[in-house]
């Protein structure tokens, strides 16, 4: 068999669980998460066997903000008093923007430590994907913007790894990224109070 057609189970397995995942986020709805848990375990598996310790730890913290998320949104459907899709706030960019600088230079440094196989862009996108994830399990639609950001750096990532099918997987999330911005917009709360990014 051709070394291109040689496909791991578990990113096989991550693939078709993170298609459906992003389906349903795309929906809003709350079947993502362990949809999203599963995709991210099989994912991890892979990433380990490739490496790329970054990107396999950041499945272990998706592990667990599945778990919140799903928290998160089943508390929104039995409280029909919590807002639906926003917009982030000032203050809360600001505090993400704080977490995520140190995050993302610690995580270079640990990934060279460790040896990692493309440190920077590793650390880039666990950093990148945490901030996405936690957008996503408050509802706000800037998580899309973010993912987008994500999805282009795996691609290239899976490509130069040779992880092809990953890469594919990326480029879809990518489509799907772009539908989901434009549907979540039209399900947004209007805001008008001048908090909001």
Partial sequence: MPELMRLSPWEMAGFLTGLACVWFVVKQRIWNFPLGIVSCGCFFILFMQQKLFGEATLQVLFIALGFHGWAQWLQRRQNAAMPGVTSVTRMETGLILLAFLPTTVILWWILITLSGSAPLIDALVT???????????????????????VDMLTIGLGISRQMYLLATLYMIFLGMCMVGWYQWRHTMIPQSDGDHV
């Fill in 127 to 149: 950093a990148l994907s945490l901030v996405a994830q936690w957008l996503l399990n408050r509802k706000h639609i800037e998580n899309w913007l973010v993912w987008i950001v």
